[in-house]
């Protein structure tokens, strides 16, 4: 089951398949891209797996296994890749919140999002070699944007699973969070950015021409918003 929850700005899709360590069935893509669909508009998107064992521990095989044609993989790696790559054009800031291990096709998902925040008790890693295989959801060349193409063929090509902290020293994870305050602090989180004006600045960082940078800065700078804020600091008192 793929539930979402919108709160104000905030949107929150969990991935909660107990039964299978959050792994990712064809169903639900299906359920994935719906809750893309209804989280539209939202000012922050998190997204993060059921319980605190698994982020997502891949593609479900017992359901995968099914797929024995190439063109039948070619159909299902299609499929997930633009999932992905929805995740990743999001207009807002996409946080995964990695609840519990990121492995294979759940590493994946993990770095199609903008920022990825972990508990410190987490694994994640790049290890389909395990299975003889290779990351066809977009990870691969998402991992090399994130730490550089020679660690990421080292990562990727021996399947090395990384703590949270080793993950935070090559750049995979953005913040490790203690397990004990792991959902207060990712909800802190993605609450400010969805508090603030995160959006155009994505687009800014993302790649936007710098006269759209100026036009987005000039929108909000005529904004009730940036009034109301700039009105607040003009008249705190001073000393």
Known sequence: MVDLEVDG???????????ARN????ETMDQLDDALD?????QTLVIRGGGDRAFVSG????????L???????????????????????PAPVIAALNGHALGGGAEVAVAADIRIAADDIKI????SALAIMPAWGGAERLAALVGRGRALLLAGSGTVLDAAGAERVGLVDQV???????????????SLANNSSGPIKEVITGATPERAINLFAQLWVSDAHWAAADKVMNRPRG
């Open 23 to 26: 792994a990712i069935a064809p």
């Open 59 to 66: 593609g479900d095989l017992k359901e995968l296994a099914k």
């Open 125 to 128: 890693g790049f290890n389909q």
């Open 177 to 191: 969070l203690p397990r004990a305050s792991f959902d207060e602090g990712w909800r802190a989180i993605a609450s």
């Open 68 to 90: 024995r044609t190439e063109a039948e993989a070619q159909a299902m790696a299609r499929r997930m890749r633009t999932i992905c790559d929805r995740i990743a054009a999001f």
């Open 38 to 42: 209804r989280a539209h508009g939202a």
């Open 9 to 19: 700005g905030l949107a929150v899709v969990t991935i909660d398949r107990p039964q």
